[in-house]
């Protein structure tokens, strides 16, 4: 019997993945212009919302199978494929990942983690041994300046809690995307699109790159909207996104996260250099 090629079938194919496909993004301000018009543009999809750390435990679990996931979930969890030409990322001063210190950075000798932070977190430490030449200990906590009444001496903190939370009666408060790129002169990627599987559609990548684009040329109208959500002054919001986030994922991009990744590999943070598989 001859099989035929049939149309119809592949479509509803296509429209079958779209329906049973399920995407996590992060939930904080630097995100939403990766997701804007994500539900017209996959509106067959389910889009939720959380944390970098929670989505790379969703990912890894299999309860979402894309997510806009922390650049570190990839060696950790073994790999997966790299949705192209999109990033959260910083090339200086980031504004939202922040080291909130009672002391100078090189005579921190406890450190608390945002557990909400995966990537951030990671980078932290490897500033520690890296650029300052200390190991201090570690607790883990949420994004509570309380720690520092005698459990730690730094928090790092990240995302909307590092932009909304009131830091002026602390001495030392350091910007790490800053600390970042001082220190290797790179860029530094906290995040990208990542699906565990080989591969996804080539519909679901184009889906996700117009979100961007579309996000980009809404960058004032998402920030007026995200400054009533955090209480912010909408021009702090747009110029955040503007001057202190970069959504490409570009050479310079990758070769800074490479770099990270060879850090982590270098202090036991991740068991082997991961190989890079972008989808599509």
């Avoid at 299999?62 to 910083?90: K, M, N, Q, R």
Wanted: proline share 6%; with cysteine.
């Amino acid at each position: 019997m001859i099989a035929h090629y049939n149309p119809a079938l592949l479509v509803h194919e296509i429209f079958s993945q779209v329906n049973s496909l399920s995407i996590g993004a992060v939930r904080y301000l630097n995100a939403k212009p990766l997701v804007y018009d994500l539900e017209n543009l996959l509106p067959e999809a389910e889009v939720s919302f959380n944390t970098p750390r929670a989505l790379a435990d969703q990912l890894e679990r299999g309860e979402i199978e894309v997510g806009l996931v922390p650049a570190i979930a990839y060696p950790t969890l073994g790999g997966g494929c790299i949705v192209p030409d999109i990033a959260i990322a910083s090339r200086g001063p980031v504004l939202s990942v922040l080291l909130a210190s009672k002391k100078p950075f090189e005579d921190i000798s406890t450190l608390a983690l945002d557990t909400s932070s995966y990537s951030s977190v990671t980078m932290a430490q490897v500033l520690c041994r890296e650029k300052y030449g200390i190991s201090p200990d570690l607790v883990h906590c949420g994004p509570d300046l309380g720690i520092l009444d005698g459990l730690a001496d730094a928090l790092v903190i990240i995302g909307d809690p590092a932009m909304t939370t009131k830091l002026d009666r602390l001495p030392f408060v350091y910007d790490l995307g800053k600390e970042w790129t001082d220190f290797s002169g790179l860029p530094f990627v906290y995040a990208f699109w990542m699906a565990r599987s080989g591969e996804i559609s080539k519909e679901i990548c184009e889906a996700l790159q117009e979100s961007k684009k579309r996000g980009m040329g809404r960058i004032r109208t998402i920030a007026e909207e995200e400054a009533k959500r955090l209480d912010l002054p909408a021009s702090v919001c747009e110029s955040y996104l503007k001057d202190n986030i970069s959504f490409d994922l570009d050479e310079a991009a990758i070769a800074g996260m490479q770099h990270f990744f060879e850090l982590c590999l270098k202090h036991h943070l991740i068991e082997k250099m991961p190989d890079l598989k972008f989808c599509c």
